[in-house]
């Protein structure tokens, strides 16, 4: 189960930091796999954010490159978003996944950004 947390109503230029607990998997089934961050506006499709594979290795979109950064915490089985600049475009519901063989859907984090 993926449980996504910490979105919130910020200002432009503000920062947020979410996370994404995988709840009710073993420590050797999390380390197995990529994670992903996507986002979500309404009527348009999901887009692939940023990326952690399961070696520690990093990539992200370009349009958030140099503003947001991915980690993780194994021991804890979370996936961290460290988002600052943001901007009123950077506005979605932020979600994650792990990758291949994806897990069911969370309800993803709304984030704001709004003056």
């Known amino acids: 189960q993926l449980v996504e947390s910490g979105g919130g109503l910020v200002p432009p230029g503000g920062s947020l930091r979410l996370s994404c607990l995988v709840s009710?998997?073993?420590?050797?089934?999390?380390?197995?796999?990529?994670m992903h961050w996507y986002r979500q506006v309404p009527g348009k499709q999901r887009e692939l954010v940023a990326t952690i594979t399961k070696s520690g290795n990093v990539n992200y979109a370009d349009f958030v490159m140099g503003r947001f950064t991915i980690s993780k915490q194994n021991s804890r089985k979370t996936v961290y978003l460290q988002m600052n600049t943001l901007k009123p475009e950077d506005t979605a519901v932020y979600y994650c996944n792990r990758w291949p063989d994806p897990l069911t859907w969370g309800e993803g984090t709304q984030v704001t950004v709004s003056s």
């Open positions: 009710g998997s073993i420590l050797s089934v999390f380390t197995s796999y990529d």
